[in-house]
């Protein structure tokens, strides 16, 4: 036996219409709900002292079914443990789902760094002298090259930074 507490499903039940989260549901909405739960796999169920396989458990709950069509559709077996952690862990959740979603906002919102050499690559650009370099790629590699671009990175991801800085400051 495992040091886990196992409940039979009738004490299962009982203790799930006590639940906050499932708080005015009647026993047959919570046989339901439990059974479902078990068959995705969500609740480990214990067979003869023996834990079955989130992989099993749900033909084993179809056999049963099948087997005792005079029951309920969502009767589980009588002999069968379920896990009383698992069974807190997926019913004992607020009605709400505070948890936030989609891609963690940057905390870092532009180089000021990045702004001064832009403008330096633009004076750059700008400049009469016949050696001056061609385009902002040119540029910003004079500037990579010289060791005055801050940050990690390889040397064309660093000037791939500085072009796209320039192009959001500069460009038309």
Request: glycine letters at 4%; one cysteine or more; aromatic letters at 6%.
């Given at each position: 036996?495992s040091r886990?507490r196992w409940?039979r499903?009738i004490?299962?039940v009982e203790s799930m219409?006590?639940?906050p989260?499932l708080?005015?549901?009647?026993?047959?909405?919570?046989?339901?709900l439990?059974w479902?739960?078990m068959?995705r796999?969500?609740i480990?169920?214990?067979?003869?002292?023996v834990i079955?396989?989130?992989a099993?458990?749900e033909a084993y709950?179809?056999?049963?079914r099948a087997?005792?069509?005079?029951?309920?559709?969502?009767?589980l077996?009588?002999?069968?443990g379920v896990?009383?952690?698992d069974l807190?862990?997926v019913?004992?959740r607020?009605?709400?789902?505070?948890?936030k979603r989609?891609?963690p906002r940057?905390?870092?919102?532009?180089?000021?760094?990045d702004h001064?050499?832009?403008?330096?690559?633009h004076?750059?650009?700008?400049s009469?002298?016949?050696?001056r370099?061609?385009?902002?790629?040119?540029a910003?590699?004079l500037?990579v090259?010289?060791g005055?671009?801050?940050g990690?990175g390889?040397?064309?991801?660093?000037?791939?930074?500085?072009?796209r800085?320039f192009?959001k400051?500069?460009?038309?």
């Amino acid at each position: 036996m495992s040091r886990y507490r196992w409940l039979r499903p009738i004490r299962a039940v009982e203790s799930m219409t006590s639940l906050p989260a499932l708080d005015g549901l009647d026993c047959d909405q919570c046989d339901k709900l439990l059974w479902e739960a078990m068959q995705r796999g969500d609740i480990r169920a214990m067979l003869n002292d023996v834990i079955v396989p989130a992989a099993h458990i749900e033909a084993y709950l179809l056999l049963y079914r099948a087997a005792c069509p005079d029951q309920p559709p969502y009767t589980l077996p009588p002999n069968l443990g379920v896990n009383y952690d698992d069974l807190c862990a997926v019913f004992d959740r607020p009605n709400r789902d505070d948890r936030k979603r989609g891609r963690p906002r940057q905390e870092h919102q532009g180089w000021t760094d990045d702004h001064k050499l832009a403008f330096e690559m633009h004076k750059m650009l700008a400049s009469p002298d016949p050696n001056r370099p061609k385009n902002p790629t040119q540029a910003a590699r004079l500037l990579v090259d010289a060791g005055r671009v801050a940050g990690a990175g390889t040397t064309e991801s660093l000037v791939k930074r500085l072009v796209r800085e320039f192009r959001k400051r500069y460009s038309s």
